[in-house]
């Protein structure tokens, strides 16, 4: 499957986003999906996941109750709508997709997406 992540930009502290990831060549149904995100100097870290069906979703605390994943399996994209954005939150962001588990580490991944970078100004 090739992932393609998009919807990244320069917004201000306080406003929204959503990102979406495209897949391609296979069925995005297959996948457990999982959005994770590299700050500049530090290493790349878990945000949010979603399962197959997307019943289940997980997050990280620092985002907890401010971002949402979902997905849409028929249009082949998931989605990470982030809102009361944080200059902290700048970062580029990465979706991942996971045949076995629900993504929540780097390990758990078997496809990576580029990348789209945040950019939250104070």
């Known amino acids: 499957v090739q992932l393609q992540a998009f919807g990244g930009g320069l917004v201000q502290a306080g406003g929204s986003l959503r990102l979406s990831c495209a897949a391609s060549?296979?069925?995005?149904?297959?996948?457990?999906m999982g959005w994770f995100r590299q700050a500049p100097g530090k290493e790349r870290e878990f945000v949010a996941a979603?399962?197959?069906?997307?019943?289940?979703?997980y997050y990280a605390d620092s985002v907890k109750g401010r971002f949402t994943v979902s997905r849409d399996n028929v249009e082949n994209t998931v989605y990470l709508q982030m809102n009361s954005l944080k200059p902290e939150d700048t970062a580029v962001y990465y979706c991942?997709?996971?045949?076995?588990?629900?993504?929540?580490?780097?390990?758990?991944?078997?496809?990576w997406g580029q990348g789209t970078k945040v950019t939250v100004s104070s």
């Open positions: 991942a997709a996971s045949l076995y588990r629900v993504p929540s580490t780097l390990n758990d991944s078997n496809y």
């Open positions: 060549g296979r069925t995005v149904s297959t996948y457990a």
């Open positions: 979603i399962s197959w069906g997307g019943r289940t979703t």
